[in-house]
């Protein structure tokens, strides 16, 4: 009985130690974590900020390819530096039909080439609404007829398509991202950012 009671001081003394140890490693496993998130969404940030100031900053003042797609098959195109319809360039049935090739073959590269960014919009990125009916405008892209306005401009094609996706950056400039997400975008190369909106994308 004379030991009972120094015992179960003892006992009770390291049962606190090892509570106090554990709750040590505990607010320092809980420190470190946070740290680290900290650390991740600051860099997260970074680079989402700088994949988007590189989109504004490309679509503004690089030259990019627009291509646009009815599912699987490329049926129309345009190269502008920036969004300024005096550097729009068409792009010919002949190219057309190379990078119908290619593009069945994900060689999304030597579509590139020497432009900054290849863009590849699906047509249902551009639906029907109250105010705007594109339809007419696809089957006049899709058909033989092409006419100049005058000798110093690209044809109406190139001109009619070139409008599609002004008019739809004016009217959100997120469009791209948006229809990205969708599944009705895709952006060569492909970035930080838009390989993140993939990832969620396909998570939900």
């Known amino acids: 009985m004379d030991y009972i009671l120094p015992a179960a ?3 009770g003394i390291i049962v606190v130690v090892l509570l106090i140890k554990v709750i040590k490693g ?3 496993i809980m420190f470190y974590g946070i740290l680290i998130l900290i650390i991740m969404t600051g860099v997260f940030s970074y680079f989402m900020y700088k994949d988007v100031n590189d989109l504004s900053t490309s679509l503004t003042s690089k030259k990019n390819l627009f291509l646009l ?7 129309a195109g345009f190269s502008m530096q920036g969004l300024n319809l005096s550097n729009l360039q068409e792009v010919s049935q002949e190219q057309i039909t190379a990078y119908n090739t290619l593009y069945m073959k994900q060689d999304y590269k030597h579509i590139l080439e020497s432009n900054y960014k290849l863009i590849i919009i699906d047509k249902k990125a551009f639906p029907v609404t109250g105010d705007f009916n594109p339809e007419s405008i696809f089957e006049y892209l899709k058909s033989d007829k092409s006419f100049q306005l005058n000798t110093n401009l690209p044809s109406t094609k190139a001109i009619a398509f070139s409008y599609l996706v002004i008019y739809s950056l004016k009217k959100d400039p997120a469009f791209l991202v948006k229809e990205y997400k969708k599944g009705n975008v895709m952006i060569y190369p492909e970035t930080f950012m838009f390989k993140v909106v993939k990832f969620f994308a396909k998570g939900k």
Do not use: Q, S
Not at 69 to 75: A, E, K, L
């Open 9 to 11: 001081i003892i006992l």
């Open 69 to 75: 797609r009815d599912n699987t098959t490329v049926f």
């Open 26 to 28: 505990f607010i320092k």
